[in-house]
T-cell receptor, first 115, second 118 residues
Framework: AQSVTQLGSHVSVSEGALVLLRCNYSSSVPPYLFWYVQYPNQGLQLLLKYTSAATLVKGINGFEAEFKKSETSFHLTKPSAHMSDAAEYFCAVSENSGGYQKVTFGIGTKLQVIP | DTGVSQDPRHKITKRGQNVTFRCDPISEHNRLYWYRQTLGQGPEFLTYFQNEAQLEKSRLLSDRFSAERPKGSFSTLEIQRTEQGDSAMYLC????????????????FGEGSRLTVL
C-alpha cells in the first residue's frame, strides 16, 4: 500500500530564506507524486506534479521539487520565501487501484514565514 | 470557466441532525471524489464516482454516510444522525477520464464544506 510521510508538521522560515519541506513516499510501483497547497478555509491547489518525466519538477509560485528514487523522496523547495507562501502544504502519491488512480495524502506541513 | 463548487461552505448543526452537502464538478470531468479532512490531518479518501456509478467506498464511510451522483453531474453527500466526530472539512474533487490527468491522479478540488457538530 502506498503512503506518504511529511517530516515536520510546522516549519518556520524568515522572509527571503530557503524553503525546504520534506516528503518521503512508499509505493510498490513507480509513483506519481504531487504537492498541493491549502490556504486557510480553502480547498487544495496543485503546486506541481511528478509523472516520470524530468526528475526536477518546476511548479507555480517559484516552487520546485526533485524526485529521488534512491531516497524515495520528493522534497519541495523554494529559494526565497515570500509572506504569501504562508499556507499548509500536502505531499501526495497516486497509484493505480482498480482502474483509477488512488491518491493518498500526507498529514501536511504548515509553513510560517516570519517578516 | 468555473472550477469545482461546493455548497454550503459552512454548516453548524446539532448532534443527531442530518446534513447534506452538494458538489458541482468541473463540467467535462466524469470522475468525482469526496475526501474528509480533520484538523491537523491531510485529506482522507471517502468515495469515488465515475459518471453516476459509485465505484469505491472507504471504510471511513459508515452506514450514516451516503453519497449519490444521480445523473453523473453534481453529487451529494448526506450524513444522517450527525455525531461530534463528524466535524471536519468535506472536500470534493473531480478529474477527467482521458488525456493525461487521469493517468496521474491529478485532482481539482473545491473549496470545501466545513461541518461543525455541536
Amino acid at each position: 500500500a502506498q503512503s506518504v510521510t511529511q517530516l515536520g508538521s510546522h516549519v518556520s522560515v524568515s522572509e527571503g530564506a530557503l524553503v525546504l519541506l520534506r516528503c518521503n513516499y512508499s509505493s510498490s510501483v513507480p509513483p506519481y507524486l504531487f504537492w498541493y497547497v491549502q490556504y486557510p478555509n480553502q480547498g487544495l491547489q496543485l503546486l506541481l506534479k511528478y509523472t516520470s518525466a524530468a526528475t526536477l519538477v518546476k511548479g507555480i509560485n517559484g516552487f520546485e521539487a526533485e524526485f529521488k528514487k534512491s531516497e524515495t523522496s520528493f522534497h519541495l523547495t523554494k529559494p526565497s520565501a515570500h509572506m504569501s507562501d504562508a499556507a499548509e502544504y500536502f505531499c501526495a502519491v497516486s497509484e493505480n487501484s482498480g482502474g483509477y488512480q488512488k491518491v493518498t495524502f500526507g498529514i501536511g506541513t504548515k509553513l510560517q514565514v516570519i517578516p | 470557466d468555473t472550477g469545482v463548487s461546493q455548497d454550503p461552505r459552512h454548516k453548524i448543526t446539532k448532534r443527531g441532525q442530518n446534513v447534506t452537502f452538494r458538489c458541482d464538478p468541473i463540467s467535462e470531468h466524469n470522475r468525482l471524489y469526496w475526501y474528509r479532512q480533520t484538523l491537523g490531518q491531510g485529506p482522507e479518501f471517502l468515495t469515488y464516482f465515475q459518471n453516476e456509478a459509485q465505484l469505491e467506498k472507504s471504510r471511513l464511510l459508515s452506514d450514516r454516510f451516503s453519497a449519490e451522483r444521480p445523473k453523473g453531474s453534481f453529487s451529494t453527500l448526506e450524513i444522517q444522525r450527525t455525531e461530534q466526530g463528524d466535524s471536519a472539512m468535506y472536500l470534493c474533487a473531480s478529474s477527467l477520464a482521458g488525456g493525461t490527468a487521469i493517468y496521474t491522479g491529478e485532482l481539482f478540488f473545491g473549496e470545501g464544506s466545513r461541518l461543525t457538530v455541536l
